[in-house]
């Protein structure tokens, strides 16, 4: 049983940071590439960020690119999202999501993720 727990969500400012972290179950977190999505009331779950599974790619939506930065600990079973110069466009829940399949799907995909934690909610307003 794999479970994925968020947390670092809260109000901030715009402008502001935050720094999400996502705690992942088992043993096997070395096989997973992980992702960070998210999700406004009413609109679809968005890819946020990737990283593959030695961390040496990372991929981006092109909202959050040059603010927001994915990283993963492999010692801590942890991955992290370094939220930067936050909008209020950035205000949903944000996902994290697991994956040790090489499916078919882009891991820009919600399809190509296998678990999922609960969310954390991030706002951004003054």
């Known amino acids: 049983q794999v479970r994925l727990v968020e947390s670092g969500g809260g109000l901030v400012q715009p402008g502001g940071s935050l720094r999400l972290s996502c705690a992942v179950s088992?043993?096997?977190?070395?096989?997973?590439?992980m992702g960070w999505f998210r999700q406004a009331p009413g609109k679809e779950r968005n890819f946020v960020a990737g990283i593959s599974v030695r961390g040496n790619s990372t991929y981006y939506s092109d909202s959050v690119k040059d603010r927001f930065t994915i990283s993963r600990d492999d010692a801590e079973n942890r991955v992290y999202l370094q939220m930067n110069s936050l909008k209020p466009e950035d205000t949903a829940n944000y996902y994290c999501?697991?994956?040790?399949?090489?499916?078919?799907?882009?891991?820009?995909?919600?399809?190509?993720?296998?678990?999922w934690g609960q969310g954390t909610q991030v706002t951004v307003a003054s």
């Open positions: 088992g043993r096997t977190f070395t096989t997973y590439v």
């Open positions: 999501a697991a994956t040790s399949s090489r499916s078919g799907w882009s891991v820009y995909s919600v399809r190509r993720y296998d678990y």
